[in-house]
Nanobody
Framework: QVQLVESGGGLVQAGGSLRLSCAAS????????KGWFRQAPGKEREFVAG????????LYADSVKGRFTISRDNAKNTVYLQMNSLKPEDTAVYYC?????????????????WGQGTQVTVSS
């Protein structure tokens, strides 16, 4: 059974940093793209960052470009999201996801497996 478990969320002041981790179990996803999405209250789930299977190609939402960095460790079957210079508008539940293929993409529908989410709250 495939399971994705996010960790690293929490409460941080504006300007601070957090590092999210997402560990997959039940199957090796070394040949699949991975992504991070977020959903704030009353809003739709939105793409944050994505990375292809090898880590050679990354994609970011304009709102986080230059502040967030996605990376992966295939040996650990884990994907990370380093979040710096956090803003109150970054407050949301953050989800990791596994793409259906090796590539990276923005559309949630292209991702097959999803984690349960971890809350990130940025205070002003």
């Amino acid at each position: 059974q495939v399971q994705l478990v996010e960790s690293g969320g929490g409460l941080v002041q504006a300007g601070g940093s957090l590092r999210l981790s997402c560990a997959a179990s039940g199957r090796a996803f070394t040949s699949y793209g991975k992504g991070w999405f977020r959903q704030a209250p009353g809003k739709e789930r939105e793409f944050v960052a994505g990375i292809n299977w090898s880590g050679s190609n990354t994609l970011y939402a304009d709102s986080v470009k230059g502040r967030f960095t996605i990376s992966r460790d295939n040996a650990k079957n884990t994907v990370y999201l380093q979040m710096n210079s956090l803003k109150p508008e970054d407050t949301a539940v953050y989800y990791c996801a596994i793409h259906r293929r090796t590539t990276v993409a923005r559309a949630p529908g292209e991702y097959e497996y999803w984690g349960q989410g971890t809350q990130v709250t940025v205070s002003s």
